[in-house]
């Protein structure tokens, strides 16, 4: 059994920075990578950015420059630096994990996932 939570979301002020943290805990071996993706009603998910285990790193268009993922291979834990936020990032975050299980199977989990709202 794996379990994804997420946590740090909240309410903020435009222009504000917010950290949100995914953990990864249960039966698992390895992780090949971790991301967060957005959504809002209405609109497809969107991926926001994602980080392989070796730290190579992908960004959405909309948060380059802004948004900052890392991780912690050890702790199985990756974070998302979020600044200059703007109401248009208001969504609810969340976290996929691409792992390999301790029986042996590669499998992608996700979180319940963590409001981010930007507003004055």
């Known amino acids: 059994q794996v379990q994804v939570a997420e946590s740090g979301g909240g309410l903020v002020q435009p222009g504000g920075s917010l950290n949100l943290s995914c953990v990864a805990s249960?039966?698992?071996?390895?992780?090949?990578?971790m991301a967060w993706h957005r959504q809002t009603p209405g609109k497809e998910r969107e991926l926001v950015a994602s980080?392989?285990?070796?730290?190579?790193?992908v960004y959405g268009d909309s948060v380059k420059g802004r948004f900052t993922i890392s991780r912690d291979i050890d702790k199985m834990t990756a974070y998302l630096q979020m600044n200059s936020l703007e109401p248009e990032d208001t969504a609810v975050y969340s976290c996929?994990?691409?792992?390999?299980?301790?029986?042996?199977?590669?499998?992608?989990?996700w979180g319940q996932g963590t409001q981010v709202t930007v507003s004055s």
């Open positions: 249960g039966s698992i071996s390895s992780i090949n990578a």
């Open positions: 996929n994990v691409d792992l390999w299980t301790k029986i042996g199977t590669r499998s992608n989990y």
């Open positions: 980080i392989t285990r070796y730290g190579s790193s």
